[in-house]
């Protein structure tokens, strides 16, 4: 714990001046951060990108907190990514997964190089995830075999540590799935069936079969999905319009609702109890970067403003458990460093931003460490700690000859501890 933390660095403070950018508040205590990198690498991943995390991170229901990384490998001719477990009761991360092991890849099958989709909690408490290619798009040109026939959806059994194969993506890839635990049900978005098409299908944990799977060109920009209470998805279909899939009817459809300049979603919370569910958007001639929330129940769209500054790229959003906060960290791919890290809590009745913490200078000073963005984070059920797993770079002193200042290459997980007085 540090008042460093609460110091608002130079460059933040020219930018917030600047026509447009969003306000906002910094808390006055400071969090404690726990920052831990993963081990057991078996290689530093000297690569251009490196060592890097792609996907969201889960909460288990015993508070467990499951993460992935990759080394940007091969494909074709060997790569390696790993899912960690955090326990919070021992401050202590352990790999626990190395994926290639479970399946290992045979001439002309690949090797899995990151974990870009979620990893997910099922109904029983299995921890779901899926490895994909450094380009899922690209999993057309792979010759899929009778034995791996696509990407397979992994289950890991927390009480022994196993994992098992539930089922293969048909001939694809993914970078994106969202779970429904109470109706056993796993969505995911097909990359690479053909060259530049996306499909949305529907896979049912309890049949272990696929009960759905749009055309493959159903889906734009393939990055996020939503769920309802009701258990109705909400993704960027085709044309400016968000479009739906009803589980019940087991078909998609566009809904009345658009964002503003032809942007799209690219991070979502869960539902809050008064039906809004919130959101940021991605590209866009208008609202680049922007919070926004919908009513599901309505189709009414509300635009928020930017995420941070003048509108910073972020892809994951977590509501907390009373849903009065949204938390996310602005500048997701390796540029958050440019503007100090920090950790945003939006206020959902006040409509204020507020910084609980500017991360990079002290863990720079602490750690020889730059955090640079993420792309998982989720919260605590008590809504007390904040769960990051980050990718960066060593500070100059300590980066290996190879690695760059360019936000990827190490990655690290970080606990931040949230006062109670801040939340």
Not at 84 to 96: C, E, G
Not at 289 to 310: C, K, N, Y
Not at 356 to 366: H, T
Request: net charge neutral; proline share 8%.
């Amino acid at each position: 714990m540090t008042s460093d933390f609460l110091v608002v660095p130079p460059e933040v403070s020219a930018l917030s001046q600047e026509p447009g950018a969003a306000p906002f508040t910094v808390a006055r205590h400071p969090p404690r951060l726990e920052l831990v990198y993963h081990d057991h690498l078996p290689h530093p991943a000297l690569n251009g990108t490196g060592w890097s995390s792609w996907g969201d991170i889960c909460v288990a229901s015993d508070g467990r907190v499951y993460c992935g990384i990759g080394d940007h490998g091969n494909n074709q001719t060997g790569a390696h990514c790993f899912i960690y477990r955090w326990d919070p009761r021992l401050s202590r991360l352990t790999q626990v997964v190395d994926v290639n092991a479970v399946t290992p890849p045979k001439p002309g099958t690949p090797w899995w190089s990151k974990i870009h989709a979620r990893i997910l909690e099922d109904a029983d408490g299995g921890i779901l995830f899926v490895g994909t290619l450094n380009d899922g798009g690209r999993a057309y040109t792979f010759q899929w075999t009778r034995e791996t026939p696509g990407a397979p959806i992994f289950r890991l059994d927390p009480k022994t540590d196993e994992v098992t194969v539930i089922g293969h993506l048909p001939g694809a890839c993914t970078a994106t799935t969202l779970g429904d635990p109470r109706r056993r049900m796993l969505y995911l978005m097909l990359e690479g069936r053909q060259a530049g098409a996306t499909a949305f299908a529907a896979f049912d944990l309890a049949a272990l079969q696929f009960v759905f799977i749009s055309p493959d060109d159903a889906v734009t920009q393939n990055r996020n999905m939503a769920i309802a209470r009701n258990g109705v998805l909400y993704f960027n279909g085709q044309g400016p319009a968000l479009w739906t899939y009803d589980p019940k009817q087991r078909a998609i459809r566009p809904t009345t609702m658009t964002l503003p300049g032809g942007a799209f979603m690219r991070a979502s919370t869960d539902e809050t109890p008064d039906g809004w569910i919130y959101g940021v958007t991605f590209w866009g001639k208008e609202g680049h970067h922007h919070l926004f929330r919908f009513a599901p129940a309505e189709e009414r769209v509300e635009m928020l403003g930017p995420t941070f500054l003048s509108g910073e790229y972020t892809t994951v959003a977590v509501l907390s458990p009373d849903a009065r906060f949204v938390y996310y960290l602005p500048g997701a791919h390796g540029s958050a460093w440019k503007i100090g890290t920090p950790v945003v809590q939006y206020d959902t009745k006040k409509g204020i931003r507020k910084v609980l913490a500017f991360l990079r200078d002290p863990c720079k000073a602490r750690f020889g460490y730059v955090p640079a963005g993420t792309y998982g984070v989720k919260i605590s059920s008590d809504g007390a700690t904040l769960y990051i797993n980050f990718n960066g770079h060593a500070d100059d002193p300590f980066r290996l000859p190879g690695m760059k200042a360019t936000g990827f290459g190490l990655t690290a997980f970080a606990a931040l501890h949230i006062p109670s007085e801040e939340r």
